[in-house]
Nanobody
Framework: QVQLQESGGGLVQAGGSLTLSCLAY????????MGWFRQAPGKEREAVGA????????IYIDSLKGRFTMSSEIAKNTVYLQMNSLRPEDTGVYYC????????????WGQGTQVTVSS
């Protein structure tokens, strides 16, 4: 059982930066892979990327590569999503999620944090 809590969202102007945090607690966290997702208004949720507690992470969306970076800090039970050069189209609710390494889908989800980028 894993519980997740995102923070760090807010309103930012285009070109600005935000860092989202996801605090995880519960079972042995090293047994889980972590992911970041987002859902823009009127659109389906999409996967931003995934990261392990050892630090290896991959951004899935081409338009985010070079602007978004994921990191993890197991001592603080926290994964981060650093977002730079934000664009209005990055607006949405951002979620972190966890899955066991043997699981194909993410089982545990946070409540989400709103990111709004103004033009």
């Amino acid at each position: 059982q894993v519980q997740l809590q995102e923070s760090g969202g807010g309103l930012v102007q285009a070109g600005g930066s935000l860092t989202l945090s996801c605090l995880a607690y519960g079972s042995t966290l090293s047994h889980y892979a972590m992911g970041w997702f987002r859902q823009a208004p009127g659109k389906e949720r999409e996967a931003v990327g995934a990261i392990t507690w050892s630090g290896g992470g991959t951004i899935y969306i081409d338009s985010l590569k070079g602007r978004f970076t994921m990191s993890s800090e197991i001592a603080k039970n926290t994964v981060y999503l650093q977002m730079n050069s934000l664009r209005p189209e990055d607006t949405g609710v951002y979620y972190c999620a966890a899955r066991g390494f043997r699981d194909a889908t993410y089982t545990y989800w946070g409540q989400g944090t709103q990111v709004t980028v103004s033009s």
